[in-house]
């Protein structure tokens, strides 16, 4: 027999998530808990810990290609400090979840907003602009906050009492720990920004993927997540993208997001990395620009470059492109997949993207697309909101 909910909430795995849960489970409703994941946020393998620990129950749902899609749009609300886009996030990420809880029969959307707390998501005028862009007017309750927004259709029939639900506001925490005290509440999860997007580290990461990719896909951005990212600027056109795994975990996700067109690295009789070379669309990797992401791949293997460095001679790097990449963990003498003389070198083309740059080009990015002027001077450190 299907089970059926009175209720689908928003489950991030952090307190407030877990308290507006609570709040209406504990008055006798059935509630599914929903964690969204995707490149850029979520941690699917909590979820047995948090069934346990909070009472609730928790399925994971995969919005990855529908957040990389809406990314490739340009969120309608714009982006926070780095690549973060708060309020079109969370008007996704409810759309989503309308469409579960009709599924499972439930007619109610929990949410652990609360007001104030954000200074670009969950502001007043905000929180109604996303209530509304996300067609969840009359199903939507916010129980942290909601004695002090306007009253809900579940809260107005009786179904919810509304003198057991929140008055919190602000950005203190204060209150939230003495209503996980009074809900017996013991493991409290570490207050921590959980979305990559707020973080400069990986939005230099993720903008070039972003901006030379016009349909950019999960694995995209799963990509420019592992390992180290590199690219080659002095190319033509758009950049080249390297990534270089750091360990075996690494090694192995690489050669689990390669794609067919896609150019795996491997060292020949040397431990060392796994690298993976992506081509933008419409692009090609050169003999030069291949043999050039070969040393540099090399030069992350200290054996290799040792003994390059004591004899002088080269080393060798197989460079495989095709659907099976997993031919180039192969020995070199037992397979097909050339293997390219080099000297290891990190000097050459390959950098970081810098974190200036790509600030520079999505600033410059949403002035066009907002019909401003270029702004001439370099761009200067903001305090704008949106780290969430």
């Known amino acids: 027999m299907m089970v059926t909910y009175d209720a689908v909430a928003l489950f991030s795995g952090g307190l407030d998530s877990i308290l ?33 620990v909070y009472g609730l129950d928790i ?27 708060c309020v079109d996030c969370k008007i996704l990420m409810m759309r989503r979840a309308v469409t579960l809880m009709r599924e499972l029969g439930a ?19 905000t929180l109604n602009i996303i209530r509304r862009d996300a067609g969840v007017r009359d199903v939507l309750i916010r129980p942290l906050s909601a004695r002090i927004l306007e009253e809900t259709p579940a809260e107005a029939s009786g179904r919810i009492d509304r003198s057991r639900l929140g008055a919190i506001s602000g950005r203190g925490r204060r209150s939230q720990l003495e209503l996980a005290a009074a809900l017996g509440i013991t493991e409290i999860p570490t207050p921590a920004g959980g979305c990559r997007l707020t973080e400069k580290e990986n939005g230099r990461s993720y903008w070039p993927v972003l901006l030379h990719t016009p349909r950019p896909t999960g694995n995209d951005f799963d990509l420019a997540a592992t390992g180290r990212q590199y690219w080659n600027l002095a190319a033509p056109g758009a950049p080249l993208h390297l990534c270089v795994g750091r360990n075996q975990a690494d090694n192995a996700r690489l050669l689990e997001l390669a794609l067919p067109g896609d150019i795996v690295f491997k060292i020949a009789s040397f431990p060392g990395p796994v690298a993976l070379g992506r081509p933008f669309p419409g692009q090609e990797w050169d003999d030069a620009a291949v043999a050039s992401a070969a040393a540099f791949t090399a030069s992350f293997s200290p054996k290799a470059a040792r003994f390059s460095e004591e004899s002088g001679k080269p080393v060798f790097v197989k460079a495989h492109k095709g659907p099976d990449h997993g031919a180039i963990m192969r020995p070199v003498e037992e397979d097909a997949v050339p293997a390219i003389p080099v000297i290891p070198a990190r000097a050459g083309d390959w ?3 810098p974190w200036e740059k790509a600030r520079g080009e999505i600033r410059a990015e949403q002035r066009e697309r907002l019909g401003l002027p270029p702004k001439e ?3 200067q450190d903001e305090d704008e909101p949106g780290s969430e």
């Open 107 to 125: 007619d109610i959307l929990i949410s652990g907003e609360v007001l104030g707390q954000r200074p670009m998501s969950q502001r007043k005028d």
């Open 59 to 85: 399925d994971a749902v995969d919005v990855g290609d529908a957040f990389a899609a809406m990314l490739a749009e340009r969120p309608a609300h714009g982006f926070g400090k780095v690549l973060n886009p």
């Open 351 to 353: 950098r970081e993207y």
């Open 377 to 379: 001077q370099p761009f």
């Open 20 to 52: 507006a849960a609570r709040l209406i489970q504990d008055q006798g409703l059935a509630v599914k808990c929903i964690h969204f994941t995707s490149p850029f946020f979520g941690k699917p393998e909590s979820i047995p810990h948090w069934r346990e």
